[in-house]
């Protein structure tokens, strides 16, 4: 059976609609229900957003995880797991549809059609290694707890735009402070409260998300603190 066909048949895709006022894990209104929902409550735990578009159904479930591997939503890792909608592109739901026996997504808010892939990477994944430059990096800022990007290079001895790239990551989401400048150069600290563990937070670009793998904490982000650092020169190391 064909992916719009078993979506069809399980959903009642066009069935005769108007039952009611409430939101109905029917057919489109299922997944009108589920975008509705996420647009006003994310972020929102999974369980609470089938409970809020009464979705009870292995269709409604399947709309939220064909959602994910198009890239609109996020799910946190872990129990219990929240729903982050990363791509808001509008009120009305994408409609699913097939092309030859694969499913996509056709978005009427910006007229395109995006291909669902069968499996993705998902985020975060399983924390940074030893030997990664971003476990080094994060180390030796909980070693000096105040620093530099110069005495964070000479440390981990990366190469100073990798550090400093790392540096401007957790700055923007506030897990470094600017600390008083040192010999002209700009210092950071890292707060008590965000020195977490061994872990090294790992940032998307994409979904604009910090994720703790010490604390399990989401974080999102600060595009103030990006857009003042580049305009201040805070990240500059000499």
Known sequence: MGANNYFNKHTGEGRQQGQGRHWRADGQSARAALWQALREMAPIR????????????????????????????????GKPRTCYLVNNTGPLAPVVCNRNGRYQLRDENTGQTVDVPDTIDYWPGEPDGPHSPRHKTWLAMRMLRTFTVGELVMTTELDAPVVEAQVAELHAFHYLREAPASDGQASF????????????????????????????????RDFSATEQAGATGVLNHG
């Open 46 to 77: 999974v369980n609470r957003l089938y409970a809020a578009a009464r979705v009870t159904d292995k269709p409604g479930i399947l709309y939220l995880d064909l959602l994910e591997r198009a890239g609109y939503v996020w799910r946190s890792p």
């Open 189 to 220: 600290m890292l707060p008590f409260h965000r020195n977490t563990g061994p872990r090294a937070p790992v940032v998307s670009h994409t979904l604009h998300l910090l994720y703790d793998h010490n604390s399990k904490e989401v974080v999102t």
